[in-house]
């Protein structure tokens, strides 16, 4: 075997967010595990906040922790074992996020080469954009009138870049969350931009760690068998030079690496499996394989890819209006009925109040009942609780109707229910409803540069795209289930899931723990009976609902659209992100045989 096929890297991911845990750098640098530390740290709404930042100050708008928290306490480890660090915190300001570290590293002595990686940032170009006719990708809608970030999504080349350029320190702007691993895995296997297969497989690698320990056991569907949540470990991909890669967690840590934990987050967050579009590559999940190797040692394989689209998938983020949530708890007897009622009133008595001032309705309102399953629907288990929390909260074109409602909901403690305790911290403020808005702008029209030793250089970007949808070819449909089904036991007997969000789209991934189980489940979960389960989720009660099968885990993904309410910050629902999606329908009664049943009881 040649030194090239042989050869592994290791990739740690410390961030899945802007906000993870502190513990997660130093855990993977002090492992003595890892070759690159990456960190993902943007979403939609991230970039929208740094853009308003970015306003206010022309040297923010980055995840000003990375530099003066991460790198300024481990950049002289990270140096002496010579580990290369790739972070997106550049967010809507690489160049001076870039700077500020330079400047914590001389202060420090510490030689590290930083780069960063420019061009995402497509917000100054917005008349050119408008005069393409570009639309929203899923409903049609012209531009907005007044974006606060517009920004495409690049690839992996351009860290690739910067690494062979000597970098250090790779910072970009938004690129996929999976382009900061990937881009190690091009650099430091020579692959090129028609190498697809590989590519794919290096982007499933990203897929799988970026979000920190969601693969070594967060949100893990048996989370009572996930030990040591307080040291859990962060995520490693040893990835090959063919793209298969072993997903494990450093030495001495807690959490858990097993086929449910990696399977659950091959799923995460995910449409079409067999058409997952990334900058570089379309990848094909369909046929993934998923193996044991060990404790705490998964192997992953077998990924697909096609040509990548000639376009750039592109996030605006734009301001509609106003939003404020107010929380407030109750006790006693008939908590429920009392919160319920306490929010009604309120707004029964704002109707009055902007009505008097010529304010106009509000345009959404939203009441729950925390404790009381109101996010069930007519899943809700009867139940009689003494405590409960009001959830009551509003959209207005103005602030001031906000404002005043969350005035009138504090005159309850004397005016409504007895038990009414109060609020659950300080009280609520409006803030601005951002809508996200996703689009496909062309990729021969976005330049990328790498800046790196004081010099701006073009990156170049192989724009010629070639997807052809008709090069997939759908899996054939397993046998239907066989034996008298006589017998019902709840998802979560037969299987894992896992839910997210992309826009105003949720997803529930679903894995038969046995294969043997696969035929009853997709017999049970078909896209309609879906949908009725989780009708209560979407606008009127009816909504879209795809059905996308993935034999080589013997798994099935649900795409549910227009299912969150506008989703993120938009959204007025108590779960905006879908995230306990996949925790309802683990309760769907699924038909099996009587000897199904007794050997799960």
Known sequence: ??????????????????????????????????????????????????????????????????????MASLAREIAERKIKVIANAGGVNPKACAAALEAVLAKQGVALKVAYVEGDDILPRMEHWRALGLTEMFTGEGLPEKPVSMNAYLGGFPVAAALARGADVVITGRCVDSAVTLGACIHEFGWGPKDFDKLAGGSLAGHIVECGAQATGGIFTDWQDVPGWENIGYAIAEVAADGSFVTTKPEGTGGLVSVGTVGEQMLYEIGDPQAYMLPDVVCDFSQVTITQEGKDRVRVANAKGYAPTDTYKCS???????????????????????????????????????????????????????????????????????????????KHPRKEPLDLMVREITSSGTSFSPGTTGYGGARAKASPVVRHFALLVPKKDVSVTLHVDGKAEPVPIDVSGGFDAAAIHRPTAPAAAAGVLDHKVPLIKLAFARSGDKGNNANIGVMA???????YIRSALTAEAVGQWMAHKFEGGKGKVERFDLPGIAGLNFLL?????????????SDPQGKAFAQMLLEFPVPVTREIAAALT
Not at 40 to 46: G, Q
Not at 319 to 346: H, Q, Y
Not at 561 to 573: P, R, Y
């Open 513 to 519: 723990r046995r294969r043997d189980y696969l035929p």
């Open 1 to 70: 075997m040649s030194q090239e096929k042989s050869k592994i890297i290791r990739i740690g991911c410390a961030s899945g967010f802007w906000g993870d845990s502190f513990t997660a750098a130093p855990q993977l640098v002090r492992s003595g595990q890892i070759d690159y530390l990456v960190f993902d740290y943007l979403a939609e709404i991230t970039m929208s906040i740094l853009a308003r930042q970015r306003e206010k100050d022309p040297n923010a708008g980055y995840a000003h922790d990375f530099v003066s928290v991460t």
């Open 316 to 394: 605006l983020t734009y301001e509609d209006g106003f939003r404020v949530t107010s929380m407030l708890s109750v006790n006693g007897i008939d908590a429920a009925a009392k919160a319920r009622r306490t929010g009604e009133a309120v707004l029964k008595r704002m109707e009055t109040l902007m009505r008097q001032r010529n304010w106009g309705n509000f345009t959404e309102t939203s009441i729950e009942v925390l404790g009381n399953e109101d996010s069930y629907g007519p899943h809700a288990h009867a139940i009689s609780t003494r405590e409960a929390i009001l959830k009551l909260a509003a």
């Open 561 to 573: 659209h227009n299912a969150l309410g506008g989703g993120g910050i938009a959204s007025l629902s």
